[in-house]
């Protein structure tokens, strides 16, 4: 009789230990999913700020490119006199 009482609070006390190891491995793979959901996201971010950043250059490159193109020697000199050293 006893020996029936012990397995069956053996029992209950794994379902127990059991239930606990469920609840932490379902809160550790809450996490996970979490964390690469937010790094996706902010890779995401990040490539959409960089590609900006790019098209932004690309356009100042090209304004500055046509306005050297466009401009008389004469001007270009009178620019980089300040450069040169005599």
């Known amino acids: 009789m006893t020996t029936a ?7 209950s006390l794994w379902d127990k230990f059991m239930g606990f190891i ?8 809450t996490l996970v999913i979490v ?10 971010v990040y490539r959409e700020k960089h590609e ?7 356009e100042r490159t090209k304004k500055i490119k046509e306005k050297v193109d466009t ?4 001007d270009i000199e009178k620019r980089l006199e300040k450069w040169y050293r005599d």
Not at 5 to 11: A, I, N, P, Q, S
Not at 52 to 58: F, G, H, I
Not at 71 to 74: I, L
């Open 71 to 74: 401009a008389a020697d004469r």
């Open 22 to 29: 469920i609840a932490a491995g379902i809160f550790l793979l």
């Open 5 to 11: 009482l012990l397995l069956m609070w053996l029992k």
């Open 52 to 58: 900006k950043l790019q098209k932004r250059a690309v």
């Open 35 to 44: 964390f690469f959901k937010g790094r996706s996201s902010g890779k995401r």
